[in-house]
């Protein structure tokens, strides 16, 4: 085996390992103690608090950020809501403490921390526990990063791995609304969120629209063996993101079948969510369809391609054959001086113009029937400036 291919296979597998740990990493050890909210070993994981804090009600908004253990706000005690936002799950001091504040369930705190959950909810009675997985692009890869959502009667808490997310329209509604009296509600508040992650998902499928019409337009005009391990990378990132879809579709089921929401008029909110988990459901399957097309038109395209190289060098061995044959002819050795039929044509004081005369009339009378039968140019299809 060739040491390209080896270092070919070590790449191959290091890409690999790389995607699964961006799923499937932080998970407990086993046989832990369930709801054991514990530091990882690995020295590289940030313990910095990144908490802002957006307390508001219908006529009143304050913002800030917590950078200290000791500043994590308790919950109001009136008419004000509370959103703690908090970036980073690797500290667990700041995850037990906000825990204790806020009468979050150790279960649940141990899923925010080991960030391989599949989207759920949870009804732990003092407050409900989602959680929702948000698209990003990492170097240009697909990342879903886990946010984890807690809301009870005065307070909404969400927690992400990093700084970007797609909260930025909620932001700006909270900020600009002078009356909020909906974003008043945690539960809504809860539900503006997750419909943010859902929608979220609309432009990374437009964009994954995009590079399909130009990965059909290459593989029709230049097919290439890339495109094909393109092909196939884009459908691992759809099946993907259709089973975290489906989980989150799932999941506002559920959250339907609750109380506080099937009697409310927060039911028709969530089953917009489900509705919107139905339509990025069925844009995936269209691409995916799409993808396996790619595929069939890049074996058929190839055929092709090797069918007209193949037909091309056919009508060149069909032409030299005769030229091959009259060359033939007269490069063999006879002896003119022991007999006049030893190719008299060697005699002849016009025998080269006339060889190369023949060869080159038989030449052009084999590229004009074959042009003619439209093997050379494709004849019903004018050239077109």
């Known amino acids: 085996m060739s040491t390209t291919h080896l270092t070919s296979n070590k790449k191959t597998k290091k890409h690999h390992k790389k995607r699964h740990a961006r799923f499937f990493h932080h998970r407990s050890k086993r046989g832990s103690t369930p709801g054991l909210v514990v530091m990882p070993s690995e020295s590289t994981y940030s313990r910095e608090i990144n908490i802002s804090v957006l307390t508001f009600n219908s006529t009143e908004l304050d913002e800030k950020h917590v950078v200290q253990i000791d500043q994590i706000p308790v919950p ?15 500290n667990t001091e700041v995850l037990n403490r906000i825990g204790e504040i806020y009468g979050l369930h150790p279960l649940a705190l141990e899923d925010v921390r080991n960030v391989h959950q599949r989207p759920k909810v949870e009804d732990y009675k003092s407050n409900t526990f989602a959680i929702v997985r948000m698209p990003i692009l990492i170097n240009e ?31 700006t509604r909270l900020k600009n609304d002078v009356k909020r009296i909906k974003l008043c509600n945690p539960t809504y508040f809860a539900y503006a969120l997750m419909d943010a992650v859902v929608d979220s998902y609309f432009p990374l499928l437009e964009n994954y629209g995009i590079i399909l019409d130009e990965l059909e337009d290459q593989v029709l005009l230049n097919p290439d063996p890339q495109q094909v391990a393109r092909t196939h990378a884009i459908k691992r990132d759809l099946a993907l993101i259709r089973h975290t879809i489906w989980s989150q579709r799932q999941a506002f089921a559920n959250l339907l079948e609750f109380d506080e929401i099937a009697r409310s008029e927060l039911r028709f909110f969530i089953r917009d969510c489900e509705d ?17 097309g790619l595929t069939d038109i890049y074996l058929s395209s190839t055929s092709n391609r090797l069918n007209e190289v193949m037909k091309m060098l056919t009508i060149i061995a069909t032409i030299f054959m005769p030229l091959s044959f009259i060359s033939g002819v007269y490069g063999m050795n006879f002896d003119r001086s022991v007999s006049p039929y030893n190719m ?11 060889a190369i005369g023949l060869m080159v009339v038989i030449a052009s009378t084999f590229l004009l029937y074959f042009w003619r039968k439209g093997w050379i140019a494709d004849r019903t299809h004018p050239h077109q400036d």
């Open 76 to 90: 109001p005690v009136d008419d004000k809501i509370i959103w703690l936002d908090v970036n980073g799950v690797k």
């Open 344 to 354: 008299p044509e060697l005699g002849w004081y016009f025998g080269y113009p006339m």
């Open 276 to 292: 919107h988990s139905f339509q990025l459901i069925d844009i995936i399957e269209s691409y995916r369809e799409r993808l396996n």
């Open 141 to 171: 890869e697909l990342d879903l990063e886990q946010v984890s959502l807690f809301w009870g009667k005065n307070f909404v808490i969400s927690f992400q791995e990093k700084s970007d997310d797609c909260f930025d329209p909620v932001r």
